[in-house]
T-cell receptor, first 110, second 112 residues
Framework: GIQVEQSPPDLILQEGANSTLRCNFS?????LQWFHQNPWGQLINLFY?????KQNGRLSATTVATERYSLLYISSSQTTDSGVYFC????????????WGAGTKLIIKP | EPEVTQTPSHQVTQMGQEVILRCVPI?????FYWYRQILGQKVEFLVS????????KSEIFDDQFSVERPDGSNFTLKIRSTKLEDSAMYFC??????????FGPGTRLTVT
């Protein structure tokens, strides 16, 4: 089945820094989504981005489907950005499930 | 903005008991999903549901699990006889033909 790999696994930054999180996937996808899991365990939907580039405030994402990777950019980090960021993909041969990466744990220090 | 809701937020049950986790998907969505996340691990797909039947299920979704859409708004996950290893966060999601999935806040299930 499709493999989803996220890097780095852990990232510690000072408030105000910028960061880039990467998601590689091994096969074609119908869907790619980025999520932020907050300290209470809730999954916050950041981007639905099977291809192209999107921006939402300090966050932006780019997916290059032909090269099978996606990047999540966080600019001017705030302590509230801390948490785990997950990439999840829906394989091209499946309409019905998201396959998840292991996540990047981000800690923003004040 | 419409959102997926789940109840209860936290459920504690004894091993061997049946539990029902409830979800109210976004009203015009047609695809429904359950996922689970064991503490500290990645999120895992359990089952998808469309047109009143299961579309796809994972190996985790064995005979002790079942799903139901008992009315026009609710979507439930039943675990017949809970085991210690069923302790996890359970997420419900709903979606449309565009593939994007919208997630609820989760139910934390603790089996003692």
């Amino acid at each position: 089945g499709i493999q989803v790999e996220q890097s780095p696994p852990d990232l510690i930054l000072q408030e105000g820094a910028n960061s880039t999180l990467r998601c590689n996937f091994s096969d074609s996808v119908n869907n790619l989504q980025w999520f932020h899991q907050n300290p209470w365990g809730q999954l916050i939907n950041l981007f639905y981005i099977p291809s192209g580039t999107k921006q939402n405030g300090r966050l932006s994402a780019t997916t290059v489907a032909t090269e099978r990777y996606s990047l999540l950019y966080i600019s001017s980090s705030q302590t509230t950005d801390s948490g785990v960021y997950f990439c999840a993909v829906e394989p091209g041969d499946s309409n019905y499930q998201l396959i998840w990466g292991a996540g990047t744990k981000l800690i923003i220090k004040p | 903005e419409p959102e997926v809701t789940q109840t209860p937020s936290h459920q504690v049950t004894q091993m061997g008991q049946e539990v029902i986790l409830r979800c109210v998907p976004i009203s015009n969505h047609l695809y429904f999903y359950w996922y689970r996340q064991i503490l500290g691990q990645k999120v895992e797909f359990l089952v998808s549901f469309y047109n009143n039947e299961i579309s796809e299920k994972s190996e985790i979704f064995d005979d002790q699990f079942s799903v139901e859409r008992p009315d026009g708004s609710n979507f439930t996950l039943k675990i017949r006889s809970t085991k210690l290893e069923d302790s996890a966060m359970y997420f419900c999601a709903s979606g449309t033909e565009t593939y994007e999935q919208y997630f609820g806040p989760g139910t934390r299930l603790t089996v003692t």
